[in-house]
C-alpha cells in the first residue's frame, strides 16, 4: 500500500514537472502556448513543455541563438524571437522544430547569420519575418548565404521589410522556388538588376514602397517582366525623378497599370514642378523630350549631308575648271619648269664662279 502511495505521489511529482512552465514565463496547456514576454531573459529558457505550439519569447535581451536553444519542442509551429537583441543566430538552431511553420525574427540586430541559420528538418517553414531584423546593410552578404544554404524551397512569405538595404546581392532569392509574397518597403534599394529576382518563379506579391527608386533601368524592367505574369507589384512612395530617360518606365508603367496595385497613386517626386504630376501621364508630357532629341537629330543630320553636297560640288567645279584649262595650266607649267631651270642652272654657275677665287685662297693659305 505504502509503495503504491509513493507511486501516486511521485507521479504526481512527475507530472507537475512535466507540466512546468519555465520561471518568467506564462503557459496554456490547453491553448498550446508558452509566453515570455518582456521579461529581462538574456537567453531561451529551459523547462519550455513539450505541448508547445505557439512559442513567444519577445522584448527580452537575447543576444544569441544556437543549436542547443530549441530542444524537445517538436509541436511548435509558431515562433517569435521579435524585439530582442539577437545578433547572431548560429547554423541548425531551429532545425529541432519540425512542425516549425513561422518564424518572427523581427526587431533584431541580426549581424552573424550562419549559412544554414533557418534550416528546419523536416522543411515545414512556410513564413520568416525578417523586418527590421537585419544590424546593418552588411548583414545582407550573411543573409543572401543563408537563404541559398537553409533548404527554404517550400518558403512561402519572406518579410524583409525596414532593413536599411541599399542593394540586393544577384540571386539572392534564386533558392526560394515557392515563394509568394516578397515585402522589401522601406529600404533604401536605389536599382533592379537582371538577376536581382530570378528564381522567384511562384511570386504572387512584391512590395517595393519606401524604396530609394528614382527610376527602374530597361535591365529592371525586364527583371520584373520575368516575374510570373500574375505578380501584383507595389512601387509607392519612391522618390521617382521625371526627367528625360524615365519615358521607358513611365510607358512600362501605363502598360502594366493591371499588375501594378498602387499605379493610379505613382508620382513624381522631382523635379518639384513635376510633384503633383502622376507617373502615368508622364509618358506623354515627356514625349516632348524625346521628340525635341529626334527633332535635333534629323536637323543636325541634314546639316552634315547638305556641308556634304556642298563640298562635293564645289570640288567638281574646281576639277571642271582645271580640265577647262589644262591646255593653259600645261603651258604655265612647262613656262614655270623653264623658269625653274634658269634659275637653277644661274644659281649653279654663280656657286661656281664663286667657289673659284675661295678654293685658291684655301690653298695658297695653305702654301703659306
Ligand atoms: C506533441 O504533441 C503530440 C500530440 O499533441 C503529443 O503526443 C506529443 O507528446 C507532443 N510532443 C512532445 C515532445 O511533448
Ligand atoms: C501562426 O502562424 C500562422 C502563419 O503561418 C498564422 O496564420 C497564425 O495566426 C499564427 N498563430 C499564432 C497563434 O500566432
Ligand atoms: C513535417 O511537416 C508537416 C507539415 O509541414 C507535418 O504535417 C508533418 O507531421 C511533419 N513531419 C514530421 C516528422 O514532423
Ligand atoms: C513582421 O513583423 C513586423 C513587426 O513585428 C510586422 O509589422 C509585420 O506585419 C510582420 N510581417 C508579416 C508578413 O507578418
Ligand atoms: C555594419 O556594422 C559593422 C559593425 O559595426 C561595421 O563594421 C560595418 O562597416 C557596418 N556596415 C555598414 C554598411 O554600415
Ligand atoms: C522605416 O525603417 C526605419 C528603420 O530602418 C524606421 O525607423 C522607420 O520608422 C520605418 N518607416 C516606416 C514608414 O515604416
Ligand atoms: C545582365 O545584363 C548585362 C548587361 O545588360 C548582360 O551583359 C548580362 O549578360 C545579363 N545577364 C543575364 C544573366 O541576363
Ligand atoms: C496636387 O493635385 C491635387 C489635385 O489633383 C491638388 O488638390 C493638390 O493640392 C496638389 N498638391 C500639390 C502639392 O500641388
Ligand atoms: C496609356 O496607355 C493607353 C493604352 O493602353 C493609351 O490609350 C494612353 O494614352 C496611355 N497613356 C499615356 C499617358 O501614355
Avoid at 206 to 235: F, Y
Avoid at 257 to 269: F, N, P, S, V
Avoid at 279 to 303: E, K
Wanted: with cysteine; glycine share 6%; hydrophobic share 40%.
Amino acid at each position: 500500500m505504502l509503495d503504491l502511495a509513493q507511486r501516486i505521489v511521485l507521479c504526481a511529482l512527475l507530472g507537475s514537472v512535466y507540466a512546468s512552465c519555465p520561471p518568467r514565463c506564462e503557459c496554456s496547456e490547453a491553448a498550446h502556448t508558452v509566453k515570455c514576454v518582456s521579461r529581462d531573459l538574456r537567453s531561451v529558457p529551459t523547462g519550455i513543455p513539450g505541448y508547445t505550439r505557439n512559442l513567444f519569447i519577445t522584448g527580452n535581451q537575447i543576444s544569441r541563438i544556437g543549436p542547443e536553444s530549441f530542444k524537445g519542442l517538436e509541436n511548435v509551429t509558431n515562433l517569435s524571437l521579435s524585439n530582442n537583441r539577437i545578433s547572431e543566430v548560429e547554423s541548425n538552431s531551429f532545425a529541432g522544430l519540425r512542425n516549425l511553420r513561422s518564424l518572427d525574427l523581427s526587431n533584431n540586430q541580426l549581424a552573424v547569420i550562419h549559412p544554414e541559420a533557418f534550416t528546419v528538418q523536416n522543411q515545414s517553414l512556410r513564413e520568416l519575418n525578417l523586418s527590421r531584423a537585419l544590424y546593418n546593410h552588411s548583414s545582407v552578404m550573411d543573409l543572401a548565404s543563408s537563404l541559398r544554404w537553409s533548404s527554404l524551397g517550400t518558403l512561402r512569405g519572406l518579410d524583409l521589410s525596414d532593413n536599411g538595404l541599399i542593394y540586393l546581392p544577384s540571386r539572392i532569392f534564386s533558392h526560394l522556388t515557392s515563394l509568394q509574397r516578397l515585402q522589401l518597403s522601406n529600404n533604401s534599394l536605389v536599382s533592379i538588376h537582371n538577376s536581382t529576382l530570378s528564381g522567384l518563379e511562384r511570386l504572387e506579391e512584391l512590395d517595393l514602397t519606401l524604396n530609394a527608386l528614382k527610376t527602374v533601368s530597361e535591365e529592371g524592367l525586364q527583371e520584373l517582366d520575368s516575374l510570373p505574369d500574375t505578380t501584383l507589384l507595389l512601387l509607392g512612395e519612391n522618390p521617382f525623378t521625371c526627367k528625360c530617360g524615365i519615358e521607358p518606365f513611365a510607358l512600362w508603367l501605363n502598360r502594366s497599370q493591371g499588375r501594378i496595385r498602387d499605379a493610379e497613386d505613382l508620382m513624381c517626386a522631382f523635379p518639384v514642378s513635376m510633384r503633383n504630376t502622376s507617373m502615368l501621364a508622364v509618358g506623354t508630357l515627356t514625349l516632348g523630350c524625346h521628340q525635341r532629341n529626334a527633332g535635333a537629330d534629323i536637323a543636325l543630320q541634314t546639316s552634315y549631308v547638305f556641308l556634304g553636297i556642298v563640298l562635293g560640288f564645289v570640288g567638281l567645279i574646281f576639277l571642271f575648271v582645271l580640265y577647262l584649262n589644262r591646255k593653259g595650266i600645261k603651258k604655265r607649267i612647262y613656262d614655270m619648269r623653264d623658269a625653274c631651270r634658269e634659275v637653277w642652272e644661274g644659281y649653279h654657275y654663280r656657286f661656281e664662279i664663286d667657289s673659284g677665287p675661295r678654293l685658291s685662297q684655301v690653298s695658297s693659305s695653305g702654301d703659306m
